[in-house]
Nanobody, 123 residues
Framework: QVQLVESGGGLVQAGGSLRLSCAAS????????MGWLRQAPGKERESVAA????????YYAHSVKSRFTISRDNAKNTVYLQMNSLKPEDTAVYYC????????????????WGQGTQVTVSS
């Protein structure tokens, strides 16, 4: 029902920053908890960050904690992932996802998915 369109991916050097955006259409963002997940070649898709409907709760994977920040702007129907101090290990396809649940935490069972955007960190 809801469509998610990501932007902001690209190539960046180690230590640099990047901000991913995810715009929702066909639905109201406030009706969903949101998350960012990533998949590197040969690896399982992993949850990177998640935020509850009311933004009262957030989750971060241990590998990105203190470097990444998830936020949402319901008025703009957009969720963001600010990525700082990027490392080559962060290279992956990043996906935006929406869940009808109140909060997904570390879970990966989302109801809607974006198309994914490539993030490549060089060293």
């Amino acid at each position: 029902q809801v469509q998610l369109v990501e932007s902001g991916g690209g190539l960046v050097q180690a230590g640099g920053s990047l901000r991913l955006s995810c715009a929702a259409s066909g639905g109201t963002l406030s009706s969903y908890s949101m998350g960012w997940l990533r998949q590197a070649p040969g690896k399982e898709r992993e949850s990177v960050a998640a935020i509850s409907r009311g933004a009262t709760s957030t989750y971060y994977a241990h590998s990105v904690k203190s470097r990444f920040t998830i936020s949402r702007d319901n008025a703009k129907n957009t969720v963001y992932l600010q990525m700082n101090s990027l490392k080559p290990e962060d290279t992956a396809v990043y996906y935006c996802a929406a869940s009808r649940a109140l909060f997904t935490g570390a879970g990966r069972n989302y109801d809607y998915w974006g198309q994914g955007t490539q993030v490549t960190v060089s060293s």
